[in-house]
Nanobody, 117 residues
Framework: QVQLVESGGGLVQPGGSLTLSCAAA????????LTWYRQSPGKQRELVAG???????NYADFVRGRFTISRDTDKNTAYLQMNSLKPEDTAVYYC???????????WGQGTQVTVSS
């Protein structure tokens, strides 16, 4: 059974940091691109950062320079290090895994990040 489980969300003050984790089970982690998305109330889900099976990374303009995506294939886990957090970063953050050959998507259940003083 495929599972993506996000963790690490919570309440943080503006300017603070959080690290999100996405633990994968039931998939060949090395053959999946990992992407973090987020969704705020009343807004569409948007791409935050992605990492390919070759460890190439891409970032949305609104997080570039503040967020860092990485993956540990030994632990089957992807990470999103978030620094200099802003209130507008408040959202539910979702992990997505896409198989390199088939394009099949898997999603986690999401983790809430709230940036507020």
């Amino acid at each position: 059974q495929v599972q993506l489980v996000e963790s690490g969300g919570g309440l943080v003050q503006p300017g603070g940091s959080l690290t999100l984790s996405c633990a994968a089970a039931g998939i060949n982690f090395r053959l999946h691109a990992l992407t973090w998305y987020r969704q705020s109330p009343g807004k569409q889900r948007e791409l935050v950062a992605g990492i390919t099976i070759g460890d190439n990374t891409n970032y949305a303009d609104f997080v570039r320079g503040r967020f860092t995506i990485s993956r540990d294939t030994d632990k089957n886990t992807a990470y999103l290090q978030m620094n200099s957090l802003k209130p507008e970063d408040t959202a539910v953050y979702y992990c997505n895994a896409r198989h390199y050959f088939s394009g099949y998507d898997y999603w986690g259940q999401g983790t809430q990040v709230t940036v507020s003083s």
